[in-house]
């Protein structure tokens, strides 16, 4: 039986346990989060070293929340994530989520290798992981990622369509994501930095393939390495329509060399895609 399938016990079930009773779980969760076994068991002492004891007596006053291990796991594993979209070893590419370059462990039948999981941004694969096997519900989901349930919900449903699962791309809102491309490049032409970071969902992530970084757009995480690092090509670029939603294309003239594509959530810009290699921008339908 595959143990991540399992859902998550309640809150309560760890108030009053021994830690070693729910060590396999916790590094199963750990694993799927994370995708190798060296990161996963770092994560879970992480959540060992403040295990609380159970011999400790409760002081006066308020009844202390409950130890929640599922969320400090989370947190330690959300934080490796981000890290490791900032510090990515080997460029991006949108049509290859097997090309981590990460050593990777068996995996149980059915699941999506971690290879491919690379290729979601660390709140959608938080999302994705936790719901989808571990029935962790979307309302303990989305204050981890300071979310709403609801946004919780579709980052989840966004990654499973990028993992190619049965359900579907939740539903896109084209205006909305006009609106927000143009104030992006309204801001970029200006710029004014502060307002492209506003636009910026604060976990965002911008991800580059090969040529991208080598022409000078490096992948970057969090709204303000992902406003400087894509700032100025985009206050140099042009509107696009890219597989029909708006994007961007540089230079402003001439044969497009970047575009830019762009993720857009609770009208907060969530992840930037920059695509430069020649294969990549011959699989776009592109109109500039």
């Not at 143990?3 to 760890?14: G, L, M, Q, T, W």
């Not at 929640?68 to 949108?94: F, G, I, M, Q, Y």
């Not at 999981?117 to 719901?131: K, M, N, Y």
């Amino acid at each position: 039986m595959n143990e991540s399938a399992a859902p998550a016990p309640p809150r309560d079930v760890f108030a009053a346990a021994p830690f070693e009773e729910h060590r396999a779980r916790l590094r199963a969760v750990a694993y799927r989060l994370l995708g190798t076994s060296e990161e996963a068991d770092a994560a879970v002492e992480d959540v060992r070293r403040t295990w609380p004891d159970r011999d400790t007596p409760v002081a006066p006053g308020p009844v202390p929340t409950p130890y929640d291990p599922v969320e400090a796991l989370a947190r330690a594993c959300l934080d490796r994530l981000r890290s490791r979209e900032s510090h990515r070893e080997r460029p991006w590419d949108p049509w290859d989520p097997w090309a981590s370059g990460v050593p990777r462990d068996p995996r149980a039948p059915g699941e999506p290798p971690p290879a491919a999981l690379d290729g979601l941004t660390p709140p959608e694969r938080l999302a994705f992981v936790l719901h989808d096997e571990f029935s962790v519900p979307y309302e303990r989901i989305g204050p981890l990622l300071d979310r709403t349930p609801a946004a919780a919900r579709r980052l989840a449903g966004r990654a499973r369509y990028r993992l190619r699962e049965a359900e579907e791309m939740p539903e896109w809102d084209p205006p909305r994501q006009r609106t927000a491309v143009a104030a992006f490049l309204t801001a970029a032409r200006s710029g004014d930095t502060a307002a492209l970071r506003a636009l910026l969902d604060p976990d965002a992530a911008l991800r580059a393939d090969a040529t991208a970084e080598r022409t000078g757009t490096a992948a970057a995480h969090g709204a303000a390495a992902v406003a400087e690092a894509v700032g100025p090509r985009a206050g140099a670029a042009r509107k696009a329509l890219v597989d029909g939603a708006a994007g961007l294309a540089w230079p402003a003239e001439g044969a497009p060399r970047l575009v830019l594509v762009f993720t857009v959530l609770e009208d907060r810009i969530t992840a930037i895609d920059a695509l430069a290699d020649e294969d990549h921008l011959a699989r776009l339908d592109l109109h500039v």
